[in-house]
């Protein structure tokens, strides 16, 4: 018993000491700062300490950081291609739009240079028989569209109607191989006839005179013989100028100034009524 009572007394003792010595160190350092140095150097051995104890919090939020940015840049660029795609789809739709336009503006240009009444058209469709060259188009007798009446592009003749319902009309090609069209050249004033021949790149007038002035290059346009087109609308350009010196004839190819093969908005030709 004696013995435990001793140990008690050493260890208060001890514990007093320590208490004493911590109230004199912290007196000591908040008057003179005599353990600022030695704090500085505790801390700076204790630092790695501290980065390691720290470490497996600053993973996992880099991790957590790094997976959400990831998923994020994902979806962001997920909607990007997104918006890229759309983008493009109305970018086309513009792209064609302007050349409507652009279309549309020559043929109402083309209809205020002319003296006719015109009717402005879109095609419907295109004959698929390999031998005939005929259109549709979304305008008929409704719209004062009938039988006989030129059609026309913002470039030249394309062809006549001959077939007309209410509100649509088939319209023949010059190209076609049943058609034929009186022309007349510019320079010379020769008159004559330009047979389709099934190409839409090619018209043919045939038995020429030989001793015709006619050159390559010149331009063709309606004479208005035969009451069939208005006189002086463009036809085609000389092309090719082939002789038959035995028979003395020349035949020509000429190539239409109409874009036969591709134009979208036509327009008829409503005769004058004087």
């Not at 000591?28 to 600022?36: G, I, K, T």
């Not at 630092?47 to 959400?68: K, Q």
């Not at 004959?127 to 979304?138: F, H, S």
């Amino acid at each position: 018993m004696k013995q435990v009572l001793n140990q008690t007394r050493v260890a208060t003792m001890h514990t007093l000491i320590l208490v004493c010595v911590c109230i004199t160190l912290m007196i000591v350092d908040h008057r003179f700062n005599h353990l600022e140095a030695v704090r500085t150097n505790i801390s700076l051995i204790l630092s790695p300490l501290r980065y390691l104890v720290s470490l497996p919090a600053l993973t996992g939020n880099w991790a957590t950081e790094w997976f959400t940015s990831h998923n994020e840049l994902l979806d962001d660029n997920s909607y990007l291609r997104s918006e890229v795609r759309l983008l493009n789809a109305r970018l086309q739709k513009m792209e064609v739009l302007e050349e409507e336009n652009t279309r549309l503006r020559n043929l109402l240009g083309s209809s205020a240079k002319l003296a006719d009444q015109v009717v402005v058209a879109e095609l419907l469709s295109v004959d698929q028989n390999p031998y005939r060259q005929l259109i549709e188009i979304n305008r008929g007798t409704a719209d004062g569209v009938n039988i006989g009446h030129a059609v026309i592009d913002d470039f030249g003749i394309m062809g006549q109607v001959v077939h007309a319902n209410r509100h649509s009309a088939t319209t023949i090609l010059i190209s076609d191989p049943d058609h034929a069209t009186p022309i007349q050249f510019i320079r010379s004033g020769v008159r004559s006839v330009a047979f389709g021949n099934g190409n839409t790149d090619q018209l043919d007038i045939r038995y020429l005179p030989a001793t015709a002035d006619i050159r390559i290059g010149d331009e063709l346009v309606t004479s208005g013989l035969g009451g069939r087109f208005p006189a002086d609308y463009p036809v085609a350009t000389v092309s090719v100028i082939r002789e038959d010196l035995t028979r003395g004839f020349v035949s020509v190819v000429a190539i239409p100034k109409a874009r036969l093969d591709s134009s979208r908005e036509v327009l008829v030709i409503k005769p004058r009524i004087e």
